[in-house]
């Protein structure tokens, strides 16, 4: 039987690993910065705050160099939700286009997208600068992932094989389903019932969302 769906795109943090990589980078900085972006992180996802209102400041908060994102890699990679890696395997085994569409930081999300087999040309996250050192030096807060609409935006560009699914669990992923034929809220970390509200699938594990795209 064809898939249901020809491509996914899927979010990265608390849906394809369970870490929220600024939150993880925050904890780094000490309990007083930690709680505060986390709070930041909270509100962006629960569509309470504009992610863009938020984005820089995190950054500021944290300075991530060059060697937190390679520590947050391995993180990310410690931290993969079960079932992800063989759902996206199966998936592409049978003709699915997978991309990971992701407001996180691309230096610290490329070693996941590696463990699970999702070519670095197929991953569109965040880029960051660094000084000659390895130093955080900064963010462009007008990229278009470090915005609410900005993954609806890299999804019209890419133009991807239809019809399309958005797997992810915040107000962004629910934000692209204009550009989408279906968005399914993954719960399988974190339920953000606002978000819920506006899916038209509930997952709480990858095989839930392998039935999705995969019918029997």
Known sequence: MAPRFRSVALDV???LSALEGIDWLAQRRGEAVAAHVERLTRDAMDGKAMLD?????R????APSRDDMAALGEAYVAALVPGAREAITSWQAAGVR?????????PGIEPLASAVGVSHADLHAADLDFAPDGRYAGV???QPLATPRGKALVLRVLALPRPLLVVGDG????EARTEADAFCAFTGVVRRDAVVARADF???DFSA???LVLPT
């Open 53 to 57: 209102a938020v984005y820089a400041e």
């Open 209 to 211: 969302v392998t039935r």
């Open 140 to 142: 462009d807060p007008r």
């Open 171 to 174: 107000s962004t992923d629910a």
């Open 13 to 15: 943090d608390s849906t």
């Open 59 to 62: 950054l500021a908060m944290v």
């Open 98 to 106: 997978v991309v990971l569409v992701s407001g996180g930081l691309r």
């Open 202 to 204: 509930v997952a709480d």
